[in-house]
């Protein structure tokens, strides 16, 4: 049986990250980050319900590599919650690299979730900080409006986006991961294992195309 993806009342558009750091010129930039802009745009229409996600961490934080003294961008090191991929700096809080990418269209958002704001705890997920304890409330905050379906895009596909899938996936909700609104690292063969993980834990990935909006 074809799955409807026509978003309705109990759906939800959940952005992940659309910010200047993680678009083309930023200081973590994804390939082709910015791409994701005008598809998230034209989705967001088709929604009664949008919601967005921004990193914003403080200056300092664990996961950055200036934070850890002979240490370099994308090398892995552990910390109490396991193993830390460690960033360049990014999205520190106020800057102009945490904020939405300007073609972004962020008015009908109805909740903003700020993630990796504890200096010590990085996060990726919508739903949990890395730790995989610390809950952001967007659970109960879903449950609470009577949300049941979840669709993903942004930045970037094989981390955000990726932990944001499998956590809602495993909280309940049925997810749509929509593949051509989001845009990927690619570190170290991240992407096919990051699509391998969501579709184990049930998200759909999908065209754009296959949303009749």
Not at 67 to 83: D, L, M, Q
Not at 114 to 132: P, Q
Not at 188 to 198: F, I, P, R, T
Request: hydrophobic share 40%; aromatic share 8%.
């Amino acid at each position: 049986m074809t799955q409807d993806t026509t978003p309705g009342r109990g759906d939800v558009l959940l952005v992940i990250d659309v910010q200047n750091d993680f678009c083309p010129g930023g200081a973590l930039a994804v390939p082709d980050g910015d791409a994701v802009v005008p598809v998230i745009n034209r989705l967001a229409g088709g929604f009664e319900h949008v919601l967005l996600t921004q990193d914003w961490h403080p200056a300092g934080h664990t996961s950055f590599a200036s934070s850890h003294p002979g240490r370099h961008p994308f090398e892995t090191i552990e910390v109490a919650y396991g193993a830390q991929t460690l960033w360049p700096d990014h999205c520190v809080q106020g800057s102009t690299g945490a904020a939405f990418h300007r073609d972004l269209e962020a008015t009908r958002a109805e909740l903003i979730i700020r993630k990796g704001y504890d200096r010590a705890i990085d996060s990726y997920s919508a739903f949990y900080e890395n730790d995989r304890t610390t809950a952001t409330g967007l659970t109960g905050y879903l449950r609470t409006r009577g949300f049941e379906r979840v669709f993903l895009a942004g930045l970037a596909t094989d981390f955000c986006v990726a932990y944001s899938a499998t956590d809602a996936a495993r909280e309940g909700f049925a997810v749509v991961v929509i593949e051509d609104a989001c845009r990927a690292i690619d570190l170290d063969g991240s992407l096919a294992a990051a699509k391998a993980q969501m579709s184990e834990a049930g998200a759909s990935l999908v065209p754009s195309s296959a949303l009749a909006v």
